[in-house]
């Protein structure tokens, strides 16, 4: 990608040229510009010869080639590394550019057989889809899962699978903010709206957010992001009815607190009815000691009990309501990171996490994210018929087939998973 770098610089100083040169003057004093690009080495037309014998394609701008140094007949009808001097609109070729090769070398042709299998196929994008329209809730800075699981949302969005509305914040660390902020910029998305909890916070923990906070650039503050619930009535009424995927990947109190929340300037509708006319998916947060279909509910939902049995008895049945982490104790990922340059701010985040190398992790939050914000990748979970799912104060979950529009899901193909999540997690926005 160093190529495209060097192109968009060479662009802009082209542009910059341009503007300098308006007056009538370009063929007087032509610029010459470093230059360096790959390309397919053809004959001119007949047209063309008269500036030069050779023309080289490169992301489909054709360049007239002069050397000095090399028999450019060499190289026709091959594909080439070539690196140069570019000259615009050089009165030897009536005022086109051409370039000066200085150094030429071949490209190895691509091999027959590819010495490494390819990976697995990821379900082609979903651009004959609609995009899924997500919200995240993360209590990011506990668990490191939430970074992958944000990385992973970026990925999604830059392959066009999903549009990110908003993230919210469910941890009380003043530093979490300012984490979801910096990775959001890192990958390009500084104005993405974040909401944060205000007051009664399930937990503050901050388990490796520090040094990416304090070396990656964001502006955000815990004290200068808006009240979550105000941001996701506020999301949530922008959408079009039955459109909207919330994934939460922490403790349910935000959006316990949504679904309390009463008529606003947003919407004239309560927490529940706004739910219940907006969301299309719920990935739920609970079932991290994968309990389900009856045992103890993990830690999201022991955070705080009374939001999570609360949420269960309050949620719409008009969407479906999917509990697909509950696989994260038997799937590990983050050591591919180290794959990735050294800067990748999720590699960072789990070297931090592990004071060292990143090292693999349990997946809760990478899962629920996937699921929900895939759903041609559904079919590699085993998912339970819809029922009911509920929560004593006890800490216990459970669920009945039945009446209800509630699922758990547990991953039936773990190898097709983990690429699946690996493929989203190395994801570098450098090469979008
Ligand atoms: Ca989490």
Redesign the pocket.
Known sequence: MKLQAYLVIVTLILFASCKKLQGGDITENPIEIAFEGSGEISLATETEKAFGKHIISINSKSYILKSNHHNLDNYVQKKVNISGTLVEKAPETGGSDYIKVIEISLLPAAPAVPEVPAAPAIPAEQNAQPKERVILD???G??V??AG?LGMLHALADRGEIEILAIGVVIGHELAVPFVHAVNTWYGRPDLPIGTIKEKAPYSRDEFMQPIVASYPHSLKQQTAPEVVKLYRKTLAAQPDKSVTLIA??PATNIYNLLKSQPDEHSGLNGVELMRRKVKFYGA?GNGAAGLPKGNCGF?YYSDMYSASTELKLLPVEFPTVFAGGSGLKLEVGSALTSTRPEHIIRKSYESYYKGQAKDRFS??QLRVLYACRPSARNLWETSPFGNIFMGLDGVITYTPGEGNKAYAYIKDFTQVKNQLNELMVYDPKNR
């Open positions: 993360t209590d990011v506990g668990d899962d939430d699981a990947i922490g947060g999201n809760w939050d």
